[in-house]
Protein backbone atom coordinates (compact mmCIF):
# COMPACT_ATOMS: atom_id res chain seq x y z
CA UNK A 1 0.00 0.00 0.00
CA UNK A 2 1.48 3.61 -0.89
CA UNK A 3 2.24 6.41 1.59
CA UNK A 4 -0.48 8.43 0.21
CA UNK A 5 -3.38 5.81 0.37
CA UNK A 6 -2.00 5.02 4.38
CA UNK A 7 -2.33 8.55 5.10
CA UNK A 8 -5.98 9.19 3.04
CA UNK A 9 -7.20 6.04 5.44
CA UNK A 10 -5.93 7.66 8.51
CA UNK A 11 -7.48 10.72 8.26
CA UNK A 12 -10.79 9.74 7.25
CA UNK A 13 -10.70 7.02 10.33
CA UNK A 14 -9.64 10.46 12.19
CA UNK A 15 -13.12 12.11 10.99
CA UNK A 16 -14.98 9.14 10.92
CA UNK A 17 -14.21 9.13 15.09
CA UNK A 18 -14.31 12.62 15.48
CA UNK A 19 -18.27 12.91 13.91
CA UNK A 20 -19.23 10.06 15.76
CA UNK A 21 -18.07 10.06 19.32
CA UNK A 22 -18.37 13.84 19.35
CA UNK A 23 -22.35 13.06 18.92
CA UNK A 24 -21.81 10.19 21.30
CA UNK A 25 -20.18 12.22 23.99
CA UNK A 26 -22.34 14.87 23.61
CA UNK A 27 -25.63 12.46 24.46
CA UNK A 28 -23.75 10.56 27.14
CA UNK A 29 -22.75 14.76 28.95
CA UNK A 30 -26.61 15.30 28.60
CA UNK A 31 -28.16 12.24 30.57
CA UNK A 32 -25.20 12.48 33.14
CA UNK A 33 -26.44 15.92 33.74
CA UNK A 34 -30.40 15.19 33.43
CA UNK A 35 -29.80 12.22 35.90
CA UNK A 36 -27.92 14.61 38.26
CA UNK A 37 -30.58 17.43 37.95
CA UNK A 38 -33.15 14.68 38.86
CA UNK A 39 -31.36 12.96 41.57
CA UNK A 40 -30.30 16.43 43.08
CA UNK A 41 -33.73 17.93 43.21
CA UNK A 42 -35.29 14.62 44.47
CA UNK A 43 -32.74 14.57 47.90
CA UNK A 44 -33.27 17.92 48.66
CA UNK A 45 -37.56 17.57 48.22
CA UNK A 46 -36.49 14.52 50.65
CA UNK A 47 -34.36 17.09 52.89
CA UNK A 48 -36.71 19.52 53.22
CA UNK A 49 -40.10 17.27 53.01
CA UNK A 50 -38.13 14.72 55.80
CA UNK A 51 -37.22 18.55 58.67
CA UNK A 52 -40.31 20.11 57.99
CA UNK A 53 -42.32 17.27 59.39
CA UNK A 54 -40.09 17.93 62.67
CA UNK A 55 -40.87 20.80 62.43
CA UNK A 56 -44.64 20.91 62.49
CA UNK A 57 -44.84 18.80 65.42
CA UNK A 58 -42.79 21.28 67.55
CA UNK A 59 -45.35 24.12 66.34
CA UNK A 60 -48.24 21.94 67.05
CA UNK A 61 -46.84 20.97 70.47
CA UNK A 62 -46.16 24.79 71.18
CA UNK A 63 -49.30 26.05 70.12
CA UNK A 64 -52.34 23.44 69.65
CA UNK A 65 -55.30 25.67 69.72
CA UNK A 66 -53.79 26.29 66.01
CA UNK A 67 -52.54 23.79 64.21
CA UNK A 68 -53.44 20.60 65.80
CA UNK A 69 -56.29 20.48 63.25
CA UNK A 70 -54.28 20.07 60.50
CA UNK A 71 -51.19 18.99 61.76
CA UNK A 72 -51.70 15.05 61.37
CA UNK A 73 -53.15 15.54 57.97
CA UNK A 74 -50.00 17.63 56.22
CA UNK A 75 -47.17 15.78 58.74
CA UNK A 76 -49.04 12.81 56.39
CA UNK A 77 -48.52 14.45 53.28
CA UNK A 78 -44.88 15.75 53.98
CA UNK A 79 -43.81 11.70 55.08
CA UNK A 80 -45.80 10.23 52.04
CA UNK A 81 -43.77 13.06 50.04
CA UNK A 82 -39.99 11.73 51.53
CA UNK A 83 -41.50 8.33 50.54
CA UNK A 84 -42.19 8.84 46.72
CA UNK A 85 -39.53 11.26 46.35
CA UNK A 86 -36.72 8.41 47.88
CA UNK A 87 -38.52 5.84 46.10
CA UNK A 88 -39.16 7.60 42.52
CA UNK A 89 -35.04 7.96 42.78
CA UNK A 90 -34.17 4.26 43.92
CA UNK A 91 -36.89 3.12 41.35
CA UNK A 92 -35.03 4.92 38.31
CA UNK A 93 -31.51 5.05 39.76
CA UNK A 94 -30.67 8.85 39.08
CA UNK A 95 -27.54 8.32 40.84
CA UNK A 96 -26.38 5.17 39.37
CA UNK A 97 -27.20 6.68 35.96
CA UNK A 98 -25.85 9.79 36.49
CA UNK A 99 -22.64 8.28 37.30
CA UNK A 100 -22.52 5.82 34.48
CA UNK A 101 -23.06 8.39 31.68
CA UNK A 102 -20.65 10.76 33.06
CA UNK A 103 -17.92 7.68 33.36
CA UNK A 104 -19.28 6.90 29.49
CA UNK A 105 -18.94 10.66 28.48
CA UNK A 106 -15.15 11.14 30.09
CA UNK A 107 -14.28 8.06 28.65
CA UNK A 108 -15.15 9.05 24.94
CA UNK A 109 -13.51 12.44 25.65
CA UNK A 110 -10.11 10.53 26.63
CA UNK A 111 -10.36 8.51 23.01
Known amino acids: ?8 RASKAQ ?4 E ?13 TWNKSWHVWLGLIVIVAGASISVMQVIAALIP ?3 TAW ?19 QLWKF ?8 KASESIKRE
Do not use: P
Not at 95 to 102: I, K, P, Q
Open 20 to 32: HLAGQESWYDRKA
Open 71 to 89: TSVVTALLGATVVISKGVD
Open 65 to 67: EHF
Open 1 to 8: MSEETMTE
Open 15 to 18: EYLA
Open 95 to 102: DENWSGYR
